[in-house]
């Protein structure tokens, strides 16, 4: 069976889907989830979202699973490495398959997991604010909250 839990956050309605073990999507905007309620599991998920967005949480702790290739599944667990509050570029973070940044950047690109996997902490090797499905905008204010709670790097990122 499927759940969902919505909150409303700094950047917008964001959507929780989970099923009784895993979340599988935690996306931007509106979502039609007509007969879908929430569970125990959802609940925490938003919890915690609503924590992070307060500035007291910093690391997720809820089961996380979704579909994707074995390619695409070590991408979105390399990117589960990168510290909060901190960015690396898309460069540095293919080094390890130098050959393959664009299928990099595409798994990137097809992670359902917004925050909770930090795609938002990818960036061009200009340090240019490059490819977010949930639009730049959020990836700035993403970048900046996570600065200002950690207290990282300069307190406004100029783009």
């Keep these: 069976m499927e759940y969902a839990s919505f909150i409303n956050s700094p950047i917008g309605k964001i959507t929780i889907l989970a099923d009784d073990d895993f979340v599988h999507a935690v996306t931007f905007g509106e979502q039609t989830i007509e007969g879908l309620v929430e569970n125990n599991l959802t609940k925490r998920v938003a919890k915690q979202l609503a924590d992070y ?5 910093t690391t997720f702790d809820f089961p996380i699973k979704q579909k994707g290739t074995a390619f695409q599944q070590g991408v979105w667990q390399n990117l589960l490495t990168i510290p909060y509050g901190t ?3 898309y460069a ?6 130098p050959l393959a940044i ?6 990137n690109g097809k992670n359902n997991l917004a925050i909770a ?5 990818v960036i061009g090797s200009n340090g240019k604010l490059v490819g977010y499905a949930g639009g730049l905008w959020r990836k ?10 950690s207290q990282k790097g300069q307190t406004e990122i100029k783009f």
């Design 87 to 89: 960015t690396l570029s």
């Design 102 to 107: 664009r299928a990099i950047a595409a798994a």
């Design 140 to 149: 700035q204010w993403l970048l900046q909250h996570e600065r200002e709670v």
């Design 117 to 121: 996997i930090p795609c938002h902490r």
């Design 53 to 57: 967005f307060d500035g007291n949480l």
């Design 92 to 97: 540095k973070f293919s080094a390890h398959h």
